[in-house]
C-alpha cells in the first residue's frame, strides 16, 4: 500500500507477531499480514478521522471523530459500525477480553461495554467535585482524556488536560483523582505493576511514578517535542513523539536517550506503537504523519 503525505497514522495494535491493523485520519484502515512489512488498504465507508484501534483474537475495534465506533468479527478484514450514542470524539479504547472495553475521548467522556460492544454505556463522573479549584474558576466543564492503560481486570489509569491522572480499583466503573492543575497536557500512562508508572506529554514531559500514581516526579529527556505514546519490556523501552522522536531506555525507565534517525526534514510525528509479538518484542512498528515504520530492538530502521 503506497500511502500519501496526508495519511496520518494515530493508532496501532498487533493481534500476532504478523496481524494488525492502523487507523488514521479520513477514514484511514490499513492492515498487515506480514508483520508491517505490507499494508492493505480497508474501505471504511466514512470520512471521519479514527484515533485508535485494538485487537483481541478475532475481534477488533476502533474509535474516532464524532464518537464514532466500528467493530469487527474476523481479525480487521471487515468492518461494521457500533452505537456510542454520543458525539464527542473518542481517542483510547481498549478491552480487558473480548467482552469488556472502555474507551475515553473529549470533554471527559468515559463509555463502558460488557458485550463487546453491543451497547455502551456512559461512566459518569462529577467533574466539577472532582476538579481542582483552580481549574473550575478558569471555567474548565471537562478535561479531554487521551489514554488509559490497566494490568488487570480492576486496576487501571487515565490522563489528559491539565495533567490529569485518575485511577480505578473496580475496572473502570469508578475513578479517583490523583493529579491535576494548569499543568501541561498527559497523552499517555504505562504501568508495568501496581506501582510503577510513567505518563508522558506536551513539551517533552516525562513522569514517572513508584507509589500507584500518588506521587509524581519529572525525569529528563533530551526532546521538548510533545511525546504521544511509551512502551515499556523488561529493560528495554520506547516513546515516540513530534519531530520524528523516538527515545529509548536500557535500564527499565530510569533514564531516555534519543534514537537518531536518517530522515530529511520536513520531520515526521510518530503517533503510535505497536508490539508485534506477545512477549517481549524484537520488532515494534511506530506510525505517524504518512509513514509506517518497523523497529528492532537493535534500532535498525527500515521504511
Not at 19 to 44: E, P
Not at 276 to 291: D, R
Request: charged residues 15%; glycine residues 12%; aromatic residues 10%.
Amino acid at each position: 500500500c503506497k500511502m500519501s503525505r496526508r495519511d496520518l497514522v494515530f493508532g496501532l495494535s498487533f493481534v500476532d507477531s504478523n496481524t494488525g491493523v492502523a487507523v488514521g485520519n479520513r477514514g484511514l484502515i490499513l492492515r498487515t499480514t506480514n508483520a508491517g512489512q505490507d499494508w492493505t488498504k480497508i474501505d471504511s465507508n466514512t470520512f471521519h478521522s479514527f484515533n485508535d484501534v485494538i485487537l483481541r483474537g478475532n475481534r477488533g475495534w476502533i474509535v474516532g471523530q464524532g464518537g464514532v465506533i466500528l467493530h469487527s468479527e474476523d481479525s480487521g478484514r471487515t468492518w461494521t459500525p457500533q452505537q456510542s450514542g454520543i458525539e464527542p470524539s473518542l481517542m483510547q479504547v481498549i478491552f480487558l477480553n473480548e467482552a469488556k472495553g472502555i474507551t475515553i475521548g473529549e470533554t471527559g467522556t468515559i463509555l463502558k461495554t460488557d458485550d463487546g460492544g453491543n451497547s455502551w454505556v456512559p461512566v459518569e463522573i462529577d467533574w466539577f467535585s472532582v476538579l481542582p479549584e483552580c481549574l473550575i474558576e478558569m471555567g474548565v466543564i471537562a478535561p479531554n482524556l487521551y489514554d488509559l492503560f490497566f494490568i488487570n481486570d480492576l486496576k487501571g489509569w487515565m490522563v489528559g488536560d491539565y495533567g490529569i491522572v485518575l485511577a480505578t480499583s473496580d475496572g473502570g466503573t469508578s475513578w479517583n483523582l490523583l493529579r491535576a492543575g494548569q499543568l501541561a497536557p498527559l497523552f499517555t500512562v504505562f504501568f508495568v505493576g501496581a506501582n510503577e508508572g510513567w505518563a508522558a506529554g506536551q513539551n517533552g514531559l516525562l513522569l514517572y511514578t513508584n507509589d500507584g500514581g500518588e506521587n509524581w516526579g519529572q525525569i529528563d529527556v533530551p526532546t521538548k517535542a510533545s511525546l504521544h505514546r511509551i512502551f515499556l519490556c523488561g529493560q528495554e523501552g520506547f516513546i515516540v513523539g513530534d519531530q520524528a522522536t523516538i527515545l529509548q531506555t536500557c535500564n527499565s525507565g530510569r533514564s531516555w536517550t534519543s534514537v537518531e534517525l536518517n530522515i530529511p526534514p520536513p520531520y515526521p510525528w510518530f503517533g503510535d506503537i505497536a508490539v508485534t509479538a506477545n512477549s517481549c518484542p524484537t520488532e515494534l512498528v511506530v506510525g505517524g504523519s504518512g509513514l509506517i515504520r518497523k523497529m528492532s530492538l537493535s534500532v535498525n530502521l527500515e521504511q
